[in-house]
């Protein structure tokens, strides 16, 4: 397009443009043409077209959505791929997060997946979590949006926000930058001056459905002592899920092996092992050095916290985990583990985690 169109030349370019079909595809067009023109020297009639088209293409996609949310509502959902081509944004829209129901830790873990999400795409989240009293938590990197913010199910697109997170390097201070209202169900650190956290390494021991039930497998006293081994502690406190013998017929036999095995080498230890799950999570939350199993609960805690300077972790049974920061310390702890016998053996996973093999 010349800069000095004449007034039939300027007709005939925006008869052009108006034949494409749809407002944002004409807009498209249209700033093909103009892309290295200055905008001051552009007609006033290409400068209302523009800001025409610009709206219009705005309401296109806000109108797709409402089709959508309405198809939704009524049963017909699309895979989240079709919710951005028939119009959703792919950044720049506020989702709706609900984080309150399933495993604390797998909630920490989608809501680390988020906050990597957002930084990427520039996303208005709007949290419910667990871990905190208020209803609705709002977390923006930004104040300003150049969409109108379209709201999103965070369920629908889940996938497409895991998608986006597994490619970028996972960044702790992400975690951090969250208001403090996310755990404020965890107890104030002053609460566990007695147990001294500063001088202590913190060990984490899951058992329930995870090795009653072989839901996820679980690393072997042989790791925990590595561990050990590895810090020097001159003191532990040892975070145990409470036993159910009601519930699984029998008790975990790991905690009592460890501290028999501590009580050998002289390490004095606290053993810690209630109901109360903020209580426990409070404990990983604050502690400065921590050995976690292989559930997110006790990795992700520790990362969302400030406090914690050496976090110990098992190597991840399929691969290496994407939760990865300078403060991990990955331990080997797999070799003759058997996946299938975990799943359909609880003799076999009682004697994997105490490594006693009649």
Same mark, same amino acid.
């Given at each position: 397009?010349?800069?000095?169109?004449?007034?039939?030349?300027?007709? #005939?370019?925006?008869?052009?443009?108006?034949?494409?079909?749809?407002?944002?595809? &004409?807009?498209?067009?249209?700033?093909?043409?103009?892309?290295?023109?200055? @905008?001051?020297?552009?007609?006033?009639?290409?400068?209302?077209?523009?800001?025409?088209?610009?709206?219009?293409?705005?309401?296109?996609?806000?109108?797709?959505?409402?089709?959508?949310?309405?198809?939704? &509502? @009524?049963?017909? $959902?699309?895979?989240?791929?079709?919710?951005?081509?028939?119009?959703?944004?792919?950044?720049?829209?506020?989702?709706?997060? /609900?984080?309150?129901?399933?495993?604390?830790?797998?909630?920490?873990?989608?809501?680390?997946?988020?906050?990597?999400?957002? #930084?990427?795409? !520039?996303?208005?989240?709007?949290?419910?979590?667990?871990?905190?009293?208020?209803?609705?938590?709002?977390?923006?990197?930004? !104040?300003?949006?150049?969409?109108?913010?379209?709201?999103?199910?965070?369920?629908?697109?889940?996938?497409?926000?895991?998608?986006?997170?597994?490619?970028?390097?996972?960044?702790?201070?992400?975690?951090?930058?969250?208001?403090?209202?996310?755990?404020?169900?965890?107890?104030?650190?002053?609460?566990?001056?007695?147990?001294?956290?500063?001088?202590?390494?913190?060990?984490?021991?899951?058992?329930?459905?995870?090795?009653?039930?072989?839901?996820?497998?679980?690393?072997?006293?042989?790791?925990?002592?590595?561990?050990? #081994?590895?810090?020097?502690?001159?003191?532990?406190?040892?975070?145990?899920?409470?036993? $159910?013998?009601?519930?699984?017929?029998?008790?975990?036999?790991?905690?009592?092996?460890?501290?028999?095995?501590?009580?050998?080498?002289?390490?004095?230890?606290?053993?810690?092992?209630?109901?109360?799950?903020?209580?426990? &999570?409070?404990?990983?939350?604050?502690?400065?050095?921590?050995?976690?199993?292989?559930?997110?609960?006790? $990795?992700?805690?520790?990362?969302?916290?400030? /406090?914690?300077?050496?976090?110990?972790?098992?190597?991840?049974?399929?691969? @290496?985990?994407?939760?990865?920061?300078?403060?991990?310390?990955?331990?080997?702890?797999?070799?003759?583990?058997?996946?299938? $016998?975990?799943?359909? /053996?609880?003799?076999?996973?009682?004697?994997?985690?105490?490594? #006693?093999?009649?």
């Amino acid at each position: 397009m010349d800069q000095n169109p004449s007034e039939y030349e300027l007709r #005939e370019f925006i008869l052009k443009i108006l034949e494409t079909k749809g407002p944002k595809n &004409a807009l498209i067009k249209l700033k093909r043409f103009t892309t290295n023109i200055d @905008k001051s020297l552009l007609p006033v009639q290409i400068k209302q077209l523009l800001e025409t088209l610009e709206y219009a293409s705005t309401n296109e996609e806000n109108i797709e959505f409402l089709l959508n949310r309405i198809l939704s &509502a @009524k049963g017909f $959902k699309l895979p989240h791929e079709q919710y951005f081509l028939r119009g959703f944004p792919k950044s720049e829209f506020a989702l709706y997060v /609900d984080l309150y129901e399933g495993r604390l830790g797998d909630c920490l873990g989608k809501l680390a997946e988020l906050l990597h999400a957002q #930084e990427k795409l !520039n996303l208005l989240l709007l949290i419910r979590i667990m871990s905190s009293t208020k209803k609705r938590i709002l977390h923006a990197k930004h !104040n300003y949006f150049e969409t109108d913010l379209p709201q999103i199910n965070y369920v629908d697109i889940h996938p497409y926000i895991r998608e986006v997170s597994q490619d970028l390097s996972f960044n702790r201070s992400l975690l951090q930058s969250l208001p403090k209202e996310i755990f404020d169900r965890l107890p104030n650190k002053n609460t566990y001056n007695e147990f001294g956290i500063d001088q202590s390494a913190t060990i984490h021991i899951r058992g329930g459905d995870a090795l009653f039930n072989g839901a996820f497998p679980l690393p072997p006293i042989s790791y925990y002592i590595k561990c050990i #081994e590895l810090i020097k502690p001159t003191k532990i406190i040892l975070v145990c899920e409470p036993d $159910k013998p009601n519930e699984y017929g029998r008790i975990n036999p790991l905690p009592l092996k460890l501290e028999s095995y501590l009580a050998g080498i002289g390490i004095p230890i606290l053993k810690v092992s209630n109901l109360d799950l903020f209580n426990d &999570a409070g404990i990983l939350f604050y502690s400065k050095t921590v050995v976690s199993s292989t559930s997110l609960f006790s $990795k992700m805690l520790p990362l969302y916290g400030t /406090d914690c300077t050496s976090l110990y972790s098992p190597v991840s049974y399929s691969g @290496k985990s994407w939760f990865d920061d300078k403060i991990m310390n990955w331990i080997e702890c797999w070799n003759n583990f058997d996946h299938e $016998k975990w799943t359909n /053996d609880l003799n076999y996973r009682l004697s994997w985690v105490t490594q #006693e093999f009649s």
